[in-house]
């Protein structure tokens, strides 16, 4: 699935393609994809906007026109966008979109599995539209460990779990947690209320560097990320360890061990991310699982 990191780096190659250029003709074939709206309405309403910028929250995609409406794009788990010269678009039964732009050539939108979502909103209902479901932008020069510290105080779920709900840092999905627990060396079981400063600190540090990479990188190809060129990213070979079980830690040597954990695979070293304190023996019989909050998956 798309993280912030491929997320970005599609906004930053479409960003140049899109900006300043009209939406001559737009089709949508397919009714998940702008579901309540017709794809047909949604088509028409979208023809004859021009672009003024490309942005991204969390892993949204905003385009924003110069009428002050944007257009929200989230590729879920397997879209993505793809620029072509005219007539240069490469068959694909998976097409869900097509824009021709006003210079000739086209957008289009893939999805396999068909759950990504384009939503057409005014301009005054995108923040609080995107605010609600998307907590702050870990890249951003004003994120500091005191806002991870505010959003993780007091929860019991633990701290993978927590971040990969969208409100507690933008943009993270399953990889880039693995990875930035590792290079903070945190268990992911480890409840997210009880980290120290200390922790906070080497897990907002580490965030940031493994979304860095991840970007430096172009996000990573698993199976259908693909840049708008059609070109794969390479994160997937610096993955430390996600997808790494039984495979050395390169800080230790520890095999990778695998667990699931909200659901998703999980990988980390045993050995460089500690486990949780055991309970004490008088707790352990009435030691319930920790209720984690609702997760939002956007
Ligand atoms: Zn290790």
């Given at each position: 699935?798309?993280?912030l990191?491929?997320?970005?780096?599609?906004?930053?190659?479409?960003?140049?393609?899109?900006?300043g250029?009209?939406?001559?003709?737009?089709?949508?074939s397919?009714?998940?994809l702008?579901?309540?709206?017709?794809?047909?309405?949604v088509a028409?309403?979208?023809e004859?906007?021009?672009v003024?910028t490309?942005?991204r929250?969390?892993?949204?995609l905003?385009?924003r026109?110069?009428?002050?409406?944007?257009?929200l794009i989230?590729?879920r788990?397997?879209?993505?966008?793809?620029?072509a010269?005219?007539?240069?678009l490469?068959d694909?039964p998976y097409?869900r979109a097509v824009?021709?732009?006003?210079?000739?050539?086209?957008?289009?939108?893939?999805?396999v599995?068909?759950?990504?979502?384009?939503?057409l909103?005014?301009?005054?209902?995108?923040?609080?539209?995107?605010d609600?479901?998307?907590g702050l932008e870990?890249l951003?020069?004003?994120?500091?460990?005191?806002?991870?510290a505010?959003v993780l105080a007091?929860?019991?779920?633990?701290?993978?779990?927590?971040?990969l709900?969208?409100?507690?840092v933008?943009g993270?999905?399953?990889i880039?947690?693995?990875?930035?627990?590792?290079?903070?060396?945190?268990h992911?079981?480890r409840?997210?209320?009880?980290?120290?400063?200390?922790?906070?600190?080497r897990?907002?540090?580490a965030?940031?560097q493994a979304?860095?990479?991840?970007i430096?990188?172009q996000?990573?190809t698993?199976?259908?990320y693909?840049?708008p060129?059609?070109?794969?990213?390479?994160?997937?070979?610096?993955?430390?360890?996600?997808?790494r079980?039984?495979e050395?830690?390169?800080r230790?040597g520890?095999?990778?061990?695998?667990i699931?954990?909200a659901?998703?695979?999980?990988?980390y070293?045993?050995r460089?991310?500690?486990?949780?304190?055991?309970?004490?023996?008088?707790?352990?019989?009435?030691?319930?699982?920790?209720r984690?909050?609702?997760q939002?998956?956007?």
């Open positions: 699935m798309p993280e990191p491929e997320v970005e780096t599609v906004r930053a190659r479409l960003a140049p393609v899109l900006g250029r009209r939406l001559q003709r737009v089709e949508i397919d009714a998940r702008t579901r309540p709206l017709a794809p047909d309405d028409r309403a979208l004859g906007e021009r003024r490309v942005d929250r969390g892993k949204y905003i385009v026109f110069e009428s002050g409406r944007a257009l989230h590729l788990m397997t879209g993505s966008l793809r620029h010269a005219a007539g240069a490469p694909d097409r824009v021709r732009l006003d210079d000739g050539s086209d957008v289009a939108y893939r999805d599995r068909r759950f990504g979502t384009w939503l909103l005014e301009l005054s209902e995108v923040g609080a539209y995107v609600a479901r998307v870990p951003s020069e004003t994120y500091k460990a005191r806002d991870l505010a007091r929860r019991r779920a633990p701290v993978k779990s927590a971040l709900d969208q409100r507690t933008a993270v999905g399953n880039y947690a693995d990875e930035a627990l590792w290079r903070a060396r945190i992911p079981r409840p997210a209320g009880e980290l120290d400063g200390d922790d906070v600190r897990l907002h540090r965030i940031r979304l860095e990479l991840g430096a990188r996000g990573s698993l199976t259908d693909r840049l060129d059609g070109n794969a990213g390479t994160m997937q070979t610096e993955f430390r360890v996600y997808g079980d039984g050395p830690c390169e230790c520890t095999p990778i061990e695998k699931r954990l659901g998703r695979g999980t990988w070293c045993p460089c991310q500690p486990p949780p304190a055991a309970p004490q023996a008088a707790s352990s019989s009435s030691r319930r699982p920790s984690s909050r609702r939002s998956s956007v």
